[in-house]
C-alpha cells in the first residue's frame, strides 16, 4: 500500500474522513481513497464530505472502477467490485 492511499473497511466514516484530511495536507496533494465490496458507497461518502465540507478546494479525479477475483471462504472463487477515487488539492 501506497503512503497516499486509504483503505476504507469497519471502521466509522469520520475517521476516514480525517485521514483522507491528514494525507492531503502531508501529501503532495493527491489521496486516493480505495474501496471494494461493501464499502464502496462508503467511499464515495467520503470523497464527497471531504469535498463539500472539509477542503471545499479540493478536487474529485477519474474515478476507476473495476472487479477483483477473490478466494470464497466456502471455496471457489468470486468477483469483487472495487473503485478508487483520487482526491486532489
Do not use: C, H, W
Amino acid at each position: 500500500m501506497e503512503r497516499n492511499e486509504i483503505l476504507v473497511g469497519k471502521k466509522p466514516l469520520m475517521s476516514y474522513v480525517l485521514a483522507v484530511i491528514t494525507q492531503l495536507s502531508e501529501s503532495d496533494g493527491e489521496v486516493v481513497i480505495k474501496a471494494r465490496g461493501k464499502t464502496i458507497s462508503k467511499a464515495v461518502d467520503i470523497a464527497q464530505i471531504v469535498k463539500n465540507k472539509f477542503a471545499k478546494e479540493a478536487k474529485i479525479g477519474e474515478v476507476k472502477i473495476g472487479t477483483e477475483e477473490l478466494e470464497a471462504k466456502e471455496g471457489g472463487k468470486i468477483n469483487v467490485s472495487t473503485i478508487e477515487i483520487p482526491v486532489k488539492k
